[in-house]
Each structure stands twice: as structure tokens, then as C-alpha cells.
């Protein structure tokens, strides 16, 4: 039992929804879930206000903006996520180092200044959605290992928690910066669940044994016919692992 508790607290539910009408629900269902990811599709259609109603069921919020901007702004919003009790924020790597460490120092200062716990800072490397010969198409070089690796090495420099990256790089960033880094993963798919639009994907059990932190799983769970029961069925698959 509590090897599955464990695990339940490193699973991030995706509320890949556009209503607070379909999102409450859904956090009600999984009791067990505590973490749940509001994404930019449910912030542009409920804004701040859902999320004080997610604090109000206890839950944390993984607050997925990938904020992007230059620094002093991405400051200023990293300081309003403070305010609205964000557990995890994401901002891109490819924001350069400075506009990460102004983001790092915001959420230190206005947690003091809150009487508040700072968000975990968590940088994207390269989108799941991409492959090596769309990286080519916007100017990287066409590797995306490499690239997720600069990048996961620049926010380190920078003072970040941790990076979002696919899992395929779970291990690249493990063998080259350690554990000082969070791993944080989505493209995740029971294998029982189809792909969709991730195009690097890997199962549950086998990003855990990678070394990934968390895991986030959104159309799986919350498309099932029963959430409840596809989060358990990833837990039992977890815990046979």
C-alpha cells in the first residue's frame, strides 16, 4: 500500500479540458491523484479563478504555461503564479539563461514575501510533439537528444527545480547532469492507450525504471470510461514493475 501511495503522488493528472465544469469533476473522481496539471487550453477558458478552486479540494496545481517572454515579464508572471498558489510552474529553456534565473529569484522572493512555499521551476526542453526534422524546420540542429541535453544543462546553470522533457531523454539527462535536476515527463502511454499527437512516447513502468520523477498522463485517465479505474490500472501497472 505504501509503495502505491508512493507512486500515486509522482503521477501529474493533464486536466485537458476547457471547462471547469469537466475539470471539478474529474478531481473529485481521483481521490488518490494529487497533483493536476492546468494547461493553456483551461487557463484561457477559466483563468485564475480555477485555481483557487483546486486549492479548495486540496489538490496542487501544476501550473503548465511554458512561459516565454522576456525576462522581466516572465518575472512578473512567475510572481502572480506565486500568488495563485502554483506547486509547479513551467517556463521554456529556450528563454535563455536569463530570463530563468529572474524567474528563479521572482518565486524565491514572493514565496518569502507570501509566508508561502516556492513552485517547483521546471524548464521545457523540446516539446514531445516534435522530431528531429521539425527541429531542422524552426533552426535547431537536427538532433533532438542533444538539444533537450543543452538545454537541460543551461537550466541547471540557471537554478531551476527541473526539466520537462520526453522520455527518451530520461536517461541522457540522468548519465550527464544526475539527480540534481527533476525529470518530469509526459508522452506517457499505458500500453493499453493509443498515441495520439505525442510522438515520443514510452509506458508508465519503464520511464519510472529510467528515472523519471513524475509522470504526466492526461487522455488515458480522463478519457477512460471510468477515470478512477484507468488511474489504478496504471498504479497496479507501476507497482508490478
Same mark, same amino acid.
Given at each position: 500500500?505504501?509503495?502505491k ?20 469533476p474529474?478531481?473529485r473522481?481521483?481521490? /488518490?491523484?494529487?497533483?493536476?496539471? &492546468?494547461?493553456?487550453k ?5 483563468g ?6 483546486v =486549492?479548495?479540494l486540496r489538490?496542487k496545481i501544476?501550473?503548465d504555461?511554458k ?7 516572465v518575472a512578473?508572471?512567475?510572481k502572480?503564479? &506565486?500568488?495563485? /498558489?502554483a506547486h509547479m510552474l ?6 535563455g539563461?536569463e ?9 524565491? =522572493?514572493?514565496?518569502e514575501?507570501?509566508?508561502?512555499d516556492k *513552485? ?7 516539446l ?7 527541429l531542422?524546420?524552426? /533552426?535547431? *540542429? ?9 538545454l537541460? =544543462? ?6 531551476v ?6 522520455? %527518451? ?6 548519465k550527464?547532469?544526475?539527480k540534481?535536476?527533476?525529470? &518530469?515527463?509526459? /508522452?506517457?502511454? *499505458?500500453s493499453w492507450?493509443v498515441?495520439?499527437? %505525442?510522438?515520443?512516447?514510452?509506458? *508508465? ?6 528515472g ?13 470510461p ?6 489504478? =490500472? ?8
Amino acid at each position: 500500500m505504501n509503495k502505491k501511495m508512493d507512486l500515486a503522488k509522482r503521477i501529474i493528472v493533464a486536466l485537458d479540458v476547457g471547462s471547469r465544469e469537466e475539470a471539478l469533476p474529474l478531481i473529485r473522481q481521483l481521490e /488518490g491523484v494529487e497533483i493536476f496539471k &492546468v494547461g493553456l487550453k483551461l487557463f484561457t477558458a477559466e483563468g485564475p479563478s480555477l485555481l483557487k478552486e483546486v =486549492k479548495i479540494l486540496r489538490k496542487k496545481i501544476f501550473l503548465d504555461l511554458k512561459l516565454h517572454d522576456i525576462p522581466n515579464t516572465v518575472a512578473e508572471a512567475v510572481k502572480v503564479a &506565486v500568488k495563485h /498558489g502554483a506547486h509547479m510552474l513551467t517556463l521554456h529553456a529556450s528563454g535563455g539563461r536569463e530570463m530563468m534565473e529572474r524567474a528563479v529569484d521572482a518565486a524565491k =522572493k514572493e514565496a518569502e514575501k507570501e509566508g508561502t512555499d516556492k *513552485p517547483l521551476l521546471l524548464a521545457v526542453t523540446i516539446l514531445t510533439s516534435l522530431k528531429d526534422d521539425q527541429l531542422q524546420e524552426i /533552426g535547431m *540542429p537536427a538532433d533532438t537528444s542533444t538539444q533537450v541535453l543543452k538545454l537541460a =544543462k543551461l537550466a541547471q546553470e540557471a537554478g531551476v527545480d527541473g526539466v520537462v522533457c520526453s522520455p %527518451q531523454e530520461i536517461e541522457i539527462i540522468r548519465k550527464e547532469i544526475g539527480k540534481d535536476l527533476l525529470v &518530469v515527463v509526459p /508522452g506517457i502511454r *499505458p500500453s493499453w492507450a493509443v498515441a495520439h499527437d %505525442q510522438k515520443r512516447i514510452m509506458t *508508465p513502468s519503464l520511464a519510472i525504471q529510467k528515472g523519471a520523477d513524475y509522470l504526466v498522463i492526461g487522455r488515458p485517465i480522463i478519457a477512460a470510461p471510468s477515470p478512477q479505474e484507468a488511474f489504478l =490500472k496504471i498504479l497496479d501497472e507501476l507497482g508490478d514493475s
